[in-house]
């Protein structure tokens, strides 16, 4: 199974996503479904069932001999990314709470296995994919908060018209303050 850890949006915010993308920007790439809206943690890759099981377990070992506070995202920038062809909303700043979990979920998929990831976190919702050029500036800055309530652990599914992306299982955090 090819899997990542990630924010899932509540419906409202994934909607406010997609709407002020749908109006900001014309065609120019492909635009993620709001079914598909999620912020990235850490990626897994194709790891088996029981390897996903037992780092499962690490994450409950983890979770519940730690306290992780839950993260507030301002999204309110955005960014082009031409080696992928990515146009991503984004927070300027994020908690420190945020860097934490990123690595120790990066520690715990490493120890199941996965390749280590290399490149610096930016904590980001993907807009449009297969963008051959940045699309202009938004001519309304964003503006939307990401409440994370939870870690989710996510399953990509290749489909025929794309990929469809499915919490498998999920992790509640302790609320911000």
Not at 76 to 85: A, D, I, K, L, M
Not at 87 to 95: D, F, S
Not at 158 to 171: E, P
């Amino acid at each position: 199974m090819r899997v990542f850890f990630g924010i899932e949006p509540d419906q409202q915010t994934a909607l406010a996503i997609s709407n002020w993308r749908d109006r900001q920007f014309g065609p120019g790439g492909r635009p993620v479904p709001v079914a598909n809206l999620h912020l990235t943690l850490a990626f897994g890759g194709e790891l088996d069932i029981a390897v996903i099981d037992e780092l499962c377990g690490r994450v409950d070992a983890w979770l519940g001999e730690n306290s992780v506070s839950a993260a507030t995202l301002a999204l309110n920038q955005t960014g082009y990314w031409p080696g992928n062809g990515i146009y991503w909303l984004g927070p300027r700043q994020w908690p420190t709470t945020l860097d934490v979990q990123v690595g120790k979920l990066r520690q715990l998929l490493a120890s199941a296995g996965a390749r280590r990831e290399k490149q610096r976190f930016q904590p980001h919702v993907t807009l449009f994919r297969r963008c051959d050029k940045a699309p202009p500036l938004p001519a309304q800055a964003p503006d939307i908060r990401l409440q994370q309530r939870e870690i989710a652990l996510f399953e990509s599914r290749r489909l025929r018209g794309g990929v469809a992306y499915h919490v498998l299982t999920a992790w509640p955090l302790a609320s911000s303050a």
